[in-house]
């Protein structure tokens, strides 16, 4: 099972199972978090609430975001130079995914400075035409972060140290 934690205001939008208050994530990355990005055609922004990797997605079908979520993960884990059985245990994993409020104002916080970065790399792109989300969410999971500050500093280095200790026999510790 995966956790989506989404603002409000996205939640109002897509369609899915609530997270009841005792569900937990069981994949390797735990919860993620997401928030809707008011762009003149809206998209949602995911942030993962163990390593701060960000992936950008279309907003459409809002309906059938929830069933997208898998592929959408394994697709920028892939990006990111995952190996092969980490995507697809990912991406099979949270058969079902359950929606449910943010919990964590640091995740959040974290969300909103790659919102307003996303917002300023696509203007420098020449807008929404020429953006390729692919390439702004790898960009993005290679910005400092001030909650890894006293880790690994960046997203993407934070999700290969942390899938590094896994496949080193460390387990995945659950998120506090």
């Given at each position: 099972?995966?956790?989506?934690?989404?603002?409000?205001?996205?939640?109002?939008?897509?369609c899915?199972?609530?997270?009841?208050p005792?569900d937990?994530?069981?994949?390797?990355l735990?919860?993620w978090?997401?928030?809707?990005?008011?762009?003149?055609?809206?998209?949602?922004?995911?942030?993962?609430?163990r390593?701060?990797?960000?992936?950008?997605t279309?907003?459409?079908p809002?309906?059938?975001?929830?069933?997208?979520?898998?592929?959408?993960?394994?697709?920028?884990?892939?990006?990111?130079?995952?190996?092969?059985?980490?995507?697809?245990?990912?991406?099979?994993?949270?058969?079902?995914?359950?929606?449910?409020?943010?919990?964590?104002?640091?995740?959040?916080?974290?969300?909103?400075?790659?919102?307003?970065?996303?917002?300023?790399?696509?203007?420098?792109?020449?807008?929404?035409?020429?953006?390729?989300?692919?390439?702004?969410?790898k960009?993005?999971?290679?910005?400092?972060c001030?909650?890894?500050?006293?880790?690994?500093?960046?997203?993407?280095?934070?999700?290969?140290a942390?899938?590094?200790?896994?496949?080193?026999?460390?387990e995945?510790q659950?998120?506090?």
């Open positions: 099972m995966l956790i989506l934690r989404a603002t409000k205001k996205l939640r109002d939008k897509v899915g199972v609530p997270a009841g005792d937990a994530s069981t994949t390797v735990g919860d978090y997401a928030n809707l990005l008011a762009w003149r055609r809206p998209h949602v922004i995911l942030v993962n609430a390593t701060l990797v960000p992936v950008i279309p907003l459409a809002a309906r059938s975001l929830a069933e997208r979520l898998p592929d959408v993960i394994a697709d920028a884990l892939v990006a990111l130079g995952v190996a092969q059985s980490v995507v697809d245990a990912e991406r099979e994993h949270p058969r079902e995914v359950r929606i449910g409020p943010t919990v964590d104002r640091s995740v959040v916080g974290s969300m909103n400075d790659f919102i307003f970065l996303a917002g300023n790399r696509r203007d420098d792109a020449g807008g929404l035409d020429a953006l390729d989300l692919g390439e702004l969410s960009r993005l999971a290679h910005v400092p001030g909650p890894l500050y006293k880790s690994h500093t960046f997203p993407d280095a934070e999700l290969h942390f899938l590094a200790s896994l496949a080193d026999g460390g995945a659950p998120e506090t």
